[in-house]
């Protein structure tokens, strides 16, 4: 069983920054990409991020230049580094684990089978 927790999320000002962690077990967690997602109530769960095995990272537009994900082999760990943090940043994020290995950059939230519970961010304004 595969389990992903989340940590990191909390109240900001618009225009800080917030690091978000989240930890993987139960798999090789160097063979897999890893995802972060993020929700507001009533609506879709969004793409923000992922990160490949090969550490290669690929951005929705709306936080791009603003976050970075990161990847952490040794910890079974992936980070997003969010700055510049603004209102509509708000929302649960979700770190997230496709079902399957490889270096397919997943942007799509049926493409991933494990999800870790969610961490909250409010960034007021």
């Known amino acids: 069983?595969?389990?992903l927790v989340e940590s990191g999320g909390g109240l900001v000002q618009t225009g800080g920054s917030l690091k978000l962690s989240c930890e993987a077990s139960g798999r090789t967690?160097?063979?897999y990409a890893m995802g972060w997602f993020r929700q507001t109530p009533g609506k879709a769960r969004e793409f923000?991020?992922?990160i490949t095995q090969r550490s290669?990272?690929?951005y929705a537009d709306s936080v791009k230049g603003r976050f970075t994900i990161s990847r952490d082999n040794a910890k079974n760990t992936v980070y997003l580094q969010m700055n510049s943090l603004k209102p509509?940043?708000?929302a649960i994020y979700f770190c997230a684990?496709?079902?399957?290995?490889?270096?397919?950059i997943w942007?799509?939230?049926?493409?991933?089978k494990y999800w870790g519970q969610g961490t909250q961010v409010?960034?007021?304004s």
Do not use: M
């Open 29 to 31: 967690f160097s063979s």
């Open 48 to 50: 923000v991020a992922t």
């Open 1 to 3: 069983q595969v389990h």
């Open 107 to 112: 942007t799509g939230a049926l493409n991933y």
């Open 97 to 104: 684990g496709p079902a399957d290995s490889g270096n397919t």
């Open 56 to 58: 290669i990272a690929y």
């Open 122 to 124: 409010t960034v007021s």
């Open 88 to 90: 509509e940043d708000t």
